[in-house]
């Protein structure tokens, strides 16, 4: 499902029709209250258009065709904020389609009567299953539903459930019978009963699902909220105040005329941030198209700002960090063994383990031994085998695999159960040997012994292997000035071996839910942002509490659903796009809110000397675009206001290039680009509509 990116064009010709539709279905005033800035130009236009019909009746204190044509200009900026979001949210729908085209069925053995081991069963999809249905379940097959086992006993993957990537047993009765949906038999089979009606598929969930754990305003959004609620404000009071300035200033120089409601309606939305006000949700909508694109669902455009915020980064080791697949590492020979004896032992014991962790022993011993030389074993390997050989297969009973061949019996497996086999053979088990089982077992590794016969040969550490390519990325973390924590139930060794491998600024060893709990909290008390990422049930709660959770597709129900956001390629690394597209969508809107601030000086060029040099003729100075007349200066002035918007929306969707640059380069970057750009391309733009209009004889 991965390998398909959720991508579509920026402004795909298939959603522009309904998002113009969209666009007309906002232009209500419950939808618009969402947005402050903008509910005032929808109240603006609605006043204007009363006062349009008013002039159109003969009693409007400016001509009915400007009082129209304003009217109409600010129901166009209106409709092209709603546009710019209807485009972003039907981006945002579009992808959320492709995305169910991208489902896959899960399949399950259900079994007839008597639903038993070996009694027929029919193939469904796991979506059909209902509590009580019982399914046959073998090596190398996804357990299909949550469950209790009824018969059979089995080696279970259930790291993306415990952290832990050591497989254990389910077995029938006891406290050892019940599984969970998504985990993956290792060996063996087992029978097993449906607990739970399944819900909807995980795509489906990821499509509908809601926030999960209610979270604050960050900072950022805090702090735009009030500075454009302040600017608007301010220009409101400042414009209700030049009515009666306007009727003083007439009066005491008995000439001139009293500025118009029409032209207070357009200098007060040219004034207010509306280019900012109108785009605001489309660059939140885009933030999160762009993660999907990316393959990881949000639940929530805040979810994506807080990301470019994080200061704190908490990862779950196994399967984040490291693969969560056991690899052979070294090689202990016991002593008077070899290590081309126990190389060449461990490889015919593994070249029938078809498990990560026998793959994994296959290689190292073809890189410690020149054993894959050996004719015996490329006649092993291409599975010409000798008429007296055989080989053994793991089973959760014994406990071990090997190969018996040309008179060998070789085994590897469980040191307790291959003493037992040692011992049984009349061998005996060193206490050296029990010395290097526990010194590999301290590490926080899996020791596994190979022997043959009677005599014990050595000890194979297994161990989980961190993913290449981490330590890098790792490192740019910490240049965009984010602190790096493993978490891990391992012991405080194991931890910071892996810590240290990985280049983690910190980590947390022998972690409970509860203690990866209060250290999120801890960070979140001084004022920081956590970002955690996570797939098992125990990280569910940490989830929860974090800022940005990010859980791993491959990760349990309960870790998807207290994220809120989910990674369909499960891939840790995938974190730092995460925080690039949040510091992107936060380095959009400074830079359009930069823009929208500078290009309001122009407006005040062009707005003010049109209303007010009747009655002060010395503002004809501030002119300096040398508009044609008062009615050009204002109608191109709210023409531009409109326009700028749509011109913006590509910006909007795509986002500022992201650069990882410090928060004083970022700002002087952003004042050189758009506030001067700002501040020029308005003069410009006014100007060529004037010109324009006037071409046209318009005004």
């Not at 999960?212 to 909220?225: H, I, Q, Y």
């Not at 470019?308 to 990862?315: H, I, N, Q, Y």
């Not at 055989?390 to 291959?418: E, H, L």
Request: a neutral charge.
């Amino acid at each position: 499902m991965s390998e398909k990116k959720l991508t579509l064009p920026l402004l795909d010709p298939q959603l522009l029709r309904p998002a113009l539709w969209e666009a007309g279905k906002k232009l209500s005033l419950r939808a618009q209250l969402r947005n402050p800035v903008m509910a005032v130009v929808y109240l603006g236009s609605l006043l204007c258009s009363a006062l349009w019909v008013q002039a159109l009746l003969g009693h409007g204190d400016s001509p009915a065709w400007l009082t129209g044509s304003i009217a109409v200009w600010l129901w166009f900026t209106v409709l092209f904020a709603n546009f710019a979001e209807a485009l972003a949210e039907g981006r945002s729908k579009a992808q959320a389609a492709s995305l169910k085209g991208l489902k896959k069925a899960a399949w399950a053995k259900k079994l007839a009567a008597p639903q038993r081991y070996g009694a027929a069963f029919s193939t469904v999809e796991s979506s059909d299953l209902r509590k009580g249905d019982v399914v046959l379940v073998q090596a190398g097959e996804t357990i299909p539903c949550d469950g209790e086992v009824i018969e059979g006993i089995a080696s279970v993957d259930e790291s993306a459930i415990t952290g832990e990537s050591a497989p254990v047993i389910r077995e029938s009765g006891g406290d050892f019978s019940s599984v969970t949906g998504g985990t993956r038999v290792l060996s063996d089979w087992m029978v097993v009963r449906a607990t739970v009606n399944p819900g909807e598929t995980f795509i489906d969930r990821m499509i509908a699902m809601v926030e999960g754990a209610k979270r604050g305003k960050t900072p950022n959004e805090v702090a735009l909220t009030i500075l454009l609620l302040a600017l608007t404000l301010i220009f409101l009071l400042v414009t209700v105040t030049l009515l009666p300035f306007s009727l003083y200033s007439v009066n005491a120089a008995g000439s001139g005329d009293v500025v118009s409601l029409p032209v207070l309606l357009a200098l007060l939305v040219c004034l207010i941030p509306t280019t900012i006000g109108g785009l605001l949700s489309a660059i939140g909508v885009a933030g999160m198209s762009r993660l999907m694109a990316a393959n990881v669902i949000a639940t929530s455009g805040r979810a994506v700002e807080a990301a470019g915020d994080v200061d704190v980064l908490l990862l779950d080791k196994t399967g984040t960090i490291t693969f969560g697949n056991r690899q052979a590492s070294a090689l202990l020979p016991a002593a008077g063994v070899s290590q081309q004896q126990l190389a060449e032992a461990a490889w015919l014991a593994s070249l029938a383990d078809d498990t990560p962790e026998g793959k994994s022993l296959v290689a190292l011993a073809a890189q410690l031994t020149r054993a894959a030389d050996s004719g015996m074993l490329a006649a092993l390997q291409r599975g010409d085998t000798p008429a007296d050989s055989s080989f053994v297969p793991f089973t959760a009973q014994s406990r071990m695999s090997g190969v018996n061949v040309a008179g060998r019996q070789i085994r590897k497996g469980a040191a307790d159960a291959i003493r037992r086999q040692v011992e049984m053979a009349g061998g005996q088990f060193s206490p050296a040997l029990q010395q290097q089982v526990d010194s590999v077992a301290s590490r926080g590794s899996t020791p596994l012994v190979v022997a043959e016969g009677a005599q014990a040969l050595g000890v194979i550490e297994l161990k989980d292997v961190v993913k290449p390519g981490i330590r890098e990325r790792f490192a740019q973390l910490r240049q965009m000035g984010i602190r790096t924590v493993m978490i891990t139930g391992d012991n405080r060794l194991t931890a910071a071996a892996i810590a240290a491998e990985a280049g983690v600024d910190d980590f947390l060893a022998e972690a409970t839910p509860e203690a990866k709990l209060a250290m999120i909290r801890d960070y979140q008390k001084r004022g920081q942002l956590v970002a955690m990422t996570g797939d098992g049930t125990n990280d569910a709660p940490a989830l929860a509490q974090a800022d940005v959770a990010v859980a791993m597709n491959s990760g349990t129900q309960a870790a998807r659903e207290a994220a809120n956001m989910v990674d369909l390629d499960s891939s840790p690394t995938k974190l730092i796009e995460v925080v690039e597209i949040g510091k992107q969508m936060l380095m959009t809107r400074g830079a359009l809110t930069t823009f929208s601030l500078a290009n309001d000086v122009a407006k005040y060029f062009a707005i003010i000397p049109a209303a007010f040099a009747a009655t002060y003729p010395q503002l004809n100075l501030l002119n300096v675009m040398g508009l044609s007349s008062p009615a050009s200066a204002l109608l191109s002035a709210v023409m531009f206001n409109a326009l700028i918007i749509i011109a913006l929306i590509p910006l909007a969707l795509k986002g500022v290039r992201y650069r990882a640059l410090g928060a004083a380069a970022l700002l002087r970057r952003n004042l050189l680009v758009y506030g001067v750009g700002g501040l020029l391309l308005p003069f410009v733009g006014i100007k060529a509509i004037d010109l324009l209009l006037t071409l046209l004889g318009w005004v």
